[in-house]
């Protein structure tokens, strides 16, 4: 399995990154358990989550996941066969939100409790706070790798221009975020490519594409609006249900049938081989969907499939 730097951190992950935001939420207990052991099964090593998920569901408070991923590694004790990320910012509560210093220490010690872990390899600011310097946030994350409870950071949700003052405080002796999370996938591109590819690329830092299958219109599950129904998420992917998505779908079809794959493991290859791209975020709700998509990790599209797929897809 090919293990790819965060960015100029000690971090080395695989190419595929199992996002976590299913765990006690589309996923039950026993399913989750069973999709985080095929993954590590599968040589893959990098799970990310955060401390909201899945906060937006009925019964739900927060910290699901993260505490489904804590029961998960003591059951398991694979804690040491993982990169484990979270994140840091979105509301919990009545003022339990934001990059304070002060509310970044009780998080994490919330988010470690859950965890059922003494540290996090990869603590990441989910939202911007504009109301707090970016010193003050970097000054937290500080206390907590001198204290051993966090490895390296990341940072997501960030304008272009927060992210860089964030950047340029990190050259007065604060540690550094080393990835950035944003919305990038085969019909998402331009927000990425033109406002934080010169960016990543000028300091080094990894990035952790999020949406990489466009909440599922990349699988080519929705074709027609009649398919808009076939799950929750489906209203999510209308925008996407003209000219160019239809184009781009045919093309991965394309591709897809040349080398006897899906078009989700064509979206997640082309991803993978893109400048600066550290691994694609992607999840899963069964083990027939999750060996599916790792197997984009193994499929290597030459020069001519790239080309295609980045015409198909110019914005």
């Known amino acids: 399995m090919e293990q790819r730097k965060i960015g100029k951190s000690e971090l080395k992950v695989s190419p595929i990154c199992f996002g976590g935001n299913v765990f006690g939420w589309t996923a039950d207990q026993s399913t989750s358990f069973k999709l985080l052991d095929e993954f590590v099964d599968l040589g893959f090593n990098f799970i990310d989550t955060a401390d909201v998920y899945s906060r937006w569901v009925a019964g739900n408070s927060g910290g699901d996941s993260e505490s489904l991923i804590g029961k998960w590694l003591k059951e ?18 009545p003022g339990l939100k934001g990059l304070r210093k002060e509310y970044i220490i009780q998080a994490v010690e919330a988010s470690l409790s859950r965890l059922q872990t003494d540290y996090i390899d990869l603590y990441q600011s989910h939202y911007d706070d504009p109301s707090t310097p970016v010193e003050e946030t970097l000054e937290a994350y500080a206390k907590l790798i001198s204290e051993g409870k966090v490895r390296v950071i ?18 007065k002796g604060l540690p550094r975020y080393e990835c950035f999370q944003p919305e990038y996938n085969l019909v998402e591109r331009a927000d990425f490519e033109k406002q934080y590819l010169p960016l990543v690329q000028e300091y080094g830092i990894g990035v952790i594409s999020y949406f990489s299958l466009a909440a599922g219109f990349l699988t080519g599950k929705y074709r027609s609006e009649a398919d808009l129904y076939k799950s929750p998420r489906g209203a999510r992917v209308k925008k996407y249900l003209n000219d160019k998505g239809t184009a781009i779908l045919q093309t991965l079809d394309q591709i897809a049938t ?4 899906t078009p989700a493991q064509v979206a997640l290859a082309w991803l993978i081989a893109q400048p600066g791209i550290t691994a694609p975020i992607v999840s899963a709700t069964s ?4 060996r599916d998509i790792t197997r984009a990790a ?4 030459d020069k001519g499939d790239l080309e295609e797929l980045n015409a198909v897809s110019a914005y």
């Open 76 to 93: 398991s004790g694979k804690r040491k066969d993982i990169v484990l990320a979270t994140k840091v910012g979105s509301e919990m509560g």
């Open 154 to 171: 990341g940072a997501s949700n960030f304008s272009p221009e927060r992210l860089r003052e964030a950047l340029e405080a990190s050259d």
């Open 258 to 261: 040349r080398h006897q794959a």
């Open 287 to 290: 083990l027939e969907q999750l």
């Open 298 to 301: 193994y499929l290597n599209l």
